[in-house]
C-alpha cells in the first residue's frame, strides 16, 4: 500500500518591509488624530471641592478672555487684514481655547489649519514682511496653549503625529516662502516639542501616582481581609478544639454506655442512643460551620498572583510618581516557590508604598539576591529630600500595620524579617525568605517482604469522626 505524501508546507508569510512599517505607523498615527483617548470631560471633574472643579472652566475662559483682543488687534495693525478676515482668523484661530476644558484633540483641528491659512494670506503682502511669520505672537503663544492642553490629555502616540504634522507645515511654508525675512518655524517647532514633553511628562506621573495609589488600596483592603479571615481562623480553631472535642467525647460515652453498664433498661438504651444521634447530629453541623469559617471565599478567583517577574513595572510606576528608586534584581534567581514569590513582591510594595508615604523624594534602593539557600529581599531609603519642590508627607504617623504585614508574611515562609531606622534618617526592610533545597529524586527504597506466618494486627474500634 503506498505511503501517503506529507502535505507542503505552509507558505512563509511576506517579510515587513520598511515601506509596510512605515504605512502602518502612519495609519496608527493618524488614527490616533482622528479619535482621542479620553472621555470629553475636564480635568478635576471628579474633584470634590467645587471650586475645583471649576478651575478648568475660568482658565480657559481667562486664556480667551486675553487672546482672542490680542490676535485680533494684532491681524489689523501688523499683518494690515481687512475686518472680515480678522473676525474669521481670530475666531479660528483663538476662539477655539474655550474647548481645551473638553475637546483639547478638536480644538487643535481648528486652530493648526487656522494658523497656516492665515500664513498664507499674509504670505503676498507687502504690509506684513517686517511681521514674524507664519505663525503670528499671539498665534505662537494660543498654539503652545492648545499643546500644553494634549499633553496633559492624549497618549504618546498623538503627541507624536501632532509635533510631527507642526514640522511638516512648518517645512512646507519656509519652501514656499524662503525669502522671508522673520520665519520663526523653528523656534515653534523647538518650543511645541519642549510644551509637548512637558505635558506628557507631568499626565504620566500623575497616572503613575494615581496607579500607586490604588496600589496601596489593594495592600490595605488585603490587610483587612487577612485580619478578617485570622479571626475567623481563630474562631474555627477555637471551635474545633473545645466543642468538638467534648462533642467527640459526648457521643462514645452515650454509645458505650450500655454496654459498660450492668442493669441498663431499654427505656434508658433508648435514651443514651438519642444522645449518641444528637451528638452526632451537632458534630455534622460543627463540620459545616468549620467549613465556612475557614473558607476565604475566593474558589472562584483564579488570576495569576504577583511575583518578582513584576518588580521592574513597580519600581518604573513609583519612578514615575516622583521618587528616585534603583532596582537589583538578577536574572534567574532559580525555583522560587509561588509563596516566597509572592512574599517578596509584597514585602517591596509595601516598603516603596511607605516611602512614598513617609519619605518624598528619598532616594530608595531595592535589591533582591539569593544564595541557593535563601532569599533575600532588602529596601533601603535615605531621608526625604529637603527642597521647595518636594510635597510634603503623606502621613507623618504611621499605623505599623505595613511593618506587621510584612512580619506575617515573613513568618508563613518561615524566614527572618529585620527592620529599623538607619543613622541618616533613612530606613530600611530585609526579609531572609528561604528556598527549598536542589536535590535528585531519589528512588523509593524496597519493602521488606512480608512473613506469611506474622498474623495480622488487631484493628481498633471505630471512633467518631473528629470534624477538620
Known amino acids: 500500500m503506498p505511503t501517503p505524501s506529507a502535505p507542503p508546507p505552509p507558505p512563509h508569510p511576506p517579510a515587513d518591509g520598511l515601506f509596510s512599517a ?32 471649576a478651575v478648568p472652566y475660568v482658565v480657559v475662559v481667562a486664556l480667551g478672555a486675553v487672546l482672542i483682543p490680542i490676535t485680533s488687534v494684532d ?17 479660528a484661530q483663538a476662539g477655539p481655547l474655550l474647548m481645551l476644558a473638553h475637546r483639547p484633540l478638536q480644538a487643535w483641528w481648528i486652530v493648526f489649519p487656522a494658523q497656516i491659512v492665515g500664513a498664507l494670506l499674509v504670505l503676498g503682502r507687502e504690509e506684513g514682511q517686517g511681521a514674524a511669520w507664519p505663525w503670528t505672537p499671539p498665534g505662537v503663544i494660543t498654539y503652545l496653549f492648545v499643546l500644553l492642553a494634549l499633553g496633559l490629555r492624549e497618549q504618546r502616540r498623538a503627541l507624536i503625529a501632532v509635533w510631527l504634522a507642526t514640522a511638516a507645515a512648518g517645512f512646507g511654508l519656509y519652501l514656499t516662502a524662503s525669502t522671508h525675512g522673520s520665519d520663526n518655524s523653528i523656534l515653534v517647532l523647538v518650543l511645541s516639542a519642549i510644551v509637548l514633553v512637558i505635558g506628557a511628562a507631568i499626565r504620566e506621573r500623575g497616572d ?50 450500655p454496654y459498660r453498664l450492668s442493669g441498663v433498661g431499654d427505656e434508658v438504651r433508648e435514651e443514651f442512643a438519642s444522645i449518641a444521634a444528637s451528638a452526632r447530629e451537632s458534630l455534622a453541623e460543627m463540620r459545616r460551620l468549620l467549613v465556612v469559617l475557614r473558607s476565604d471565599g475566593t474558589e472562584g478567583e483564579r488570576a495569576p498572583q504577583p511575583g518578582l517577574d513584576r518588580l521592574q513595572q513597580l519600581v518604573e510606576a513609583t519612578v514615575r510618581s516622583g521618587l528616585p528608586v534603583e532596582l537589583s534584581l538578577p536574572a534567574g534567581l532559580g525555583n522560587v516557590p509561588q509563596t516566597v514569590d509572592l512574599s517578596a513582591y509584597r514585602i517591596v510594595q509595601e516598603g516603596l508604598a511607605n516611602v ?71 530606613f530600611r526592610v530585609a526579609a531572609r525568605l528561604p528556598l527549598p533545597p536542589a536535590t535528585a529524586p531519589a528512588s523509593a527504597p524496597s519493602a521488606p517482604p512480608a512473613s506469611p506466618a506474622s498474623p495480622a494486627p488487631p484493628v481498633p474500634p471505630a471512633l467518631p469522626e473528629d470534624p477538620p
Open 22 to 53: 512605515a504605512r502602518r505607523n502612519l495609519t496608527a498615527l493618524g488614527r490616533a488624530l482622528a479619535r482621542p483617548s479620553h472621555p470629553p470631560t475636564p480635568p478635576l471633574a471628579g474633584a470634590r471641592q467645587r471650586w475645583k472643579r
Open 75 to 91: 491681524l489689523a495693525n501688523q499683518y494690515a487684514l481687512n475686518g472680515g478676515l480678522v473676525a474669521l482668523l481670530t475666531l
Open 208 to 257: 503613575a501616582q494615581r496607579l500607586l495609589a490604588e496600589q496601596e488600596t489593594i495592600s490595605e483592603g488585603e490587610r483587612a481581609r487577612r485580619t478578617l479571615l485570622e479571626e475567623r481562623t481563630r474562631i474555627a480553631r477555637e471551635l474545633h478544639d473545645v466543642v468538638a472535642h467534648h462533642m467527640s467525647v459526648i457521643t462514645v460515652q452515650a454509645d458505650s454506655a
Open 356 to 426: 512614598v508615604r513617609h519619605a518624598p523624594g528619598a532616594r530608595t534602593r531595592v535589591a533582591v539576591s539569593s544564595d541557593g539557600a535563601h532569599l533575600t529581599v532588602l529596601v533601603v531609603n535615605g531621608p526625604p529630600e529637603r527642597t521647595g519642590s518636594t510635597r510634603a508627607p503623606v502621613e507623618t504617623s504611621g499605623t505599623g500595620h505595613g511593618l506587621v504585614g510584612m512580619r506575617e508574611r515573613v513568618r508563613l515562609t518561615g524566614g527572618t524579617l529585620d527592620t529599623g531606622p538607619l543613622p541618616d534618617g533613612g
